[in-house]
């Protein structure tokens, strides 16, 4: 099912055009150079969690084209993604328990990395296959945007497994380019003139057990998609938006300055809009605190102290009281009770 594309809409994660910025710097092209004309600043790639339009992206890429008159950085972007570019969703990723819980996963929550395609798997005889569509004709850059896509999933399964690159194949639907011949060395076998776009490996790889295997970082870094999956699709709807970014990071919360930023309005702003839902951002930040404290007690063996801390309160005590407040017991109670 293809998804109403707004080009101007800020969707794609900067990890994508910081490497290909990345890229180009090595090749002696500055930053400013290969952004001259897309009104963006340059120090907006420094910043993790912004994200930058379609149309913003494919600009850089053709730009990075004329540049360079390297045709084939389709296959150079593919070769350097790595698993961590894709946030939370590589991690959960790198977390499953075997190829085949992964491969799910990154279907599920592929729109959090790219709005242009997606993918699903399928057995054809021996060989498991990974099919990638696009959702939206993407004109000259189609070839791009196959080549560093099932590349990039080639490498992140070599990554996670242990397996050698080489142990899959790819096959695109468009003719042998004539710089495929210098990189054919670096990559899978690739076969050309196929009915489809597919990255194809032996079937049973989709039952290995990955290196590093984590069920409770990956149950985590799933909640962790399925917040940002909201917060993507509730642009008008304020509190949601607060909900899905009120989540607990190395021992605390982001406060409303920060998660003004993130939704780019002032924090007065933020303020007044949520008083129009008769909600306060403490609010919220206590209802994100009851629900992290529950899933806490209920799903790790960490001590209560432990998860006090997590949350951010620096006094066990005052974690015991909140928790209190908001179950009418203690975290103890509740945990011998669940």
């Not at 497994?161 to 710089?179: A, Q, R, V, W």
């Not at 940002?228 to 406060?255: K, T």
Request: charged letters at 20%; a neutral charge.
């Amino acid at each position: 099912m293809k998804h109403d594309l707004d080009p101007n809409k800020a969707v794609v994660p900067i990890a994508y055009p910081r490497l290909l910025l990345d890229i180009m710097a090595e090749r002696g092209f500055s930053r400013h150079v290969v952004l001259a004309g897309s009104n963006l600043q340059e120090s907006l790639f420094d910043q993790p969690e912004q994200r930058i339009s379609p149309a913003q992206f494919l600009f850089i890429v053709l730009n990075s084209f004329y540049l360079s008159k390297d045709a084939s950085l389709g296959y150079e972007m593919g070769l350097r993604t790595p698993v961590t570019s894709h946030g939370f969703l590589g991690y959960g990723v790198m977390s499953c328990a075997n190829l085949e819980e992964a491969i799910k996963l990154a279907q599920r929550f592929v729109r959090l990395r790219t709005v242009l395609m997606r993918f699903h798997y399928f057995i054809e005889g021996d060989e498991a296959v990974v099919e990638a569509t696009a959702n939206y004709p993407v004109g000259l850059l189609r070839q791009f945007v196959f080549e560093s896509l099932l590349l990039s999933l080639a490498r992140a399964g070599s990554f996670i497994t242990g397996n050698s690159l080489y142990d899959g194949k790819i096959y695109f639907d468009f003719p042998e380019p004539d710089y495929y011949a210098h990189i054919k060395d670096r990559v899978p076998p690739v076969y050309f003139n196929r009915p489809a776009n597919q990255l194809r490996f032996p079937k049973h790889y989709l039952q290995q057990a990955l290196i590093m295997a984590d069920p409770v970082a990956a149950k985590l870094a799933a909640e962790q998609c399925e917040r940002e999956l909201a917060l993507m699709d509730m642009s008008h709807d304020i509190p949601s938006q607060v909900r899905a970014l009120l989540n607990h990071q190395q021992g605390h919360y982001p406060n409303l300055e920060q998660v003004a930023e993130r939704l780019c309005v002032s924090s007065r702003t933020l303020k007044r809009r949520l008083q129009e839902y008769g909600l306060g951002f403490q609010h919220l930040l206590d209802e994100a605190r009851k629900r992290d404290a529950i899933q806490l007690i209920q799903t790790t063996p960490l001590t209560i102290e432990q998860i006090a801390q997590r949350l951010g309160y620096t006094d066990p005590a005052n974690f015991t009281r909140a928790f209190k407040k908001w179950t009418g017991e203690t975290p103890s109670n509740f945990r011998l009770r669940t």
